[in-house]
DNA sequence: GTTTTTGCACTGACCAGTCAGTTCAAAAAC
DNA sequence: GTTTTTGAACTGACTGGTCAGTGCAAAAAC
């Protein structure tokens, strides 16, 4: 049907795909906008129910611009989606890390994730939120990407169980996989349901409620 | 704008709106159809992306019938919600009753409704994503009645959570909304975990992976 | 004979994606 | 240092298609 124009669109999907570093920085402030924008509106709402003209609207910016800077709609939304999740890995592997410099033991790491978690929660819910709605459809665009994505985030905290495996810290008979998936699990329900129900809570409060429960501290008087 | 017709459609709508308990076997041997249909989908694509004519071509029923059950698409929806989460809480319950029936602790408790849980989702998985999909969405028509049908189910969990803290069998300074919501979290992460990437597994296993974890059996070698 | 379902044509709103045209800052030409 | 050219970035009206919901007469089920 539009064999006519059909290159020059190639192209310029191409060309401007994916996090282009190679992008002025006037065009890498629109970006971030409609990041931004994206964000919030998919958060609320879903992707499907979200246009692009509303999008377009929260950014400050016309239509065009969207497509100028991203091949479609769903690629917008994967792009947001790597963005997002390599902040949070980013996040956990720097918690976990300084914990073991400082002479931390596992339950120390976890617990320090548990803490960065939350704190990546309390500055990006909206992103958490769409995170979370996403990761378990199945027939979806960017299936793929999720996956990519979900498995960087958990393999932090897979290796922080499998390390204190091997340091005998934590008993041989845990289900690294399934474990790190609850623990993940764990935070990320209590940290929702701290921001949509009571967000006058302090993070301090919500931290200390789940390093609780994490070390056990939960049956037995104190 | 439909004012010529509005008063027809509003009639239908009251009449036949909520689980009707007046339906006839045929009518509600029809929704149940719907139901199934819808919750699938539902789960796959999310509401906005799901045509009311897959789900009537699913159910292998004309489109008209749909509007002739459901006032619109998202009073199925809301009903679907309704009746999903009706059955886990009343399984829930019965758990915590059972256990207590037998004599057993409030830690015996939370481990029934944990098993309980995993039993839902290993047998309504769809439902479980749909609804997680949907649970912190705020802006959304169906969002009180979420809000309901969340508290019904949470509600269980902190029951036994305050008995057993009042009888002091939990500690004192355990934070029990938050504490309820981490429990659900944890169950209901690694349950879909369980679903979508390791579904060869079985209940009992990812069962006793969860008890452990909860019992603060992780730390320490046995 | 009443209730429920069917089949199908129809409407109007809405929406992803397109594209010809505009803007403007910086480079090139003079 | 002034004028001209370039092209990346942006704009917004427009198009083709999709979809929720309607209307209704006839058939099937009860």
């Known amino acids: 049907m539009n064999g006519r124009i059909g290159v020059p669109v190639t192209i310029r999907a191409m060309e401007r795909s994916s996090t282009t ?4 920085a006037r065009r890498e402030a629109t970006r971030q906008k409609l990041y931004e924008a994206a964000v919030t509106l998919i958060a609320e709402q879903g ?5 692009v003209d509303e999008i377009a609207e929260r950014a400050g910016v016309a239509k065009g611009t969207v ?12 792009e947001l989606l790597r963005h997002g999740v390599g902040l949070l890995t980013a996040s956990l592997r720097e918690a976990a890390e300084r914990t073991a410099a400082e002479g931390g033991g596992g339950v120390d790491a976890l617990d320090a994730m548990i803490r960065a ?20 459809r199945t027939n979806r665009a960017w299936q793929s990407t999720l996956m990519v994505v979900r498995q960087q985030a958990v393999a932090v905290v897979e290796g922080v169980l499998r390390e204190g495996v091997a340091n005998g810290e934590f008993s041989e008979e ?16 209590a940290a929702l349901d701290w921001k949509s129900f009571q967000p006058e809570r302090s993070l301090d409060d919500v931290h200390s409620a789940l390093s609780r429960l994490l070390q056990g501290r939960v049956s037995g008087r104190r």
Do not use: C, H
């Open 117 to 136: 978690g939350l704190v990546f929660i309390d500055r990006y819910p909206a992103f958490t939120q769409l995170y979370v709605a996403e990761l378990w």
């Open 47 to 51: 992707f499907s129910a979200t246009t």
């Open 67 to 78: 497509y100028y800077n991203f091949a479609s709609k769903s690629v917008l939304f994967e």
């Open 21 to 24: 570093p190679g992008g002025s």
């Open 174 to 189: 845990i289900d690294v996989p399934l474990t790190a998936a609850a623990l993940v699990g764990m935070v990320l329900v």
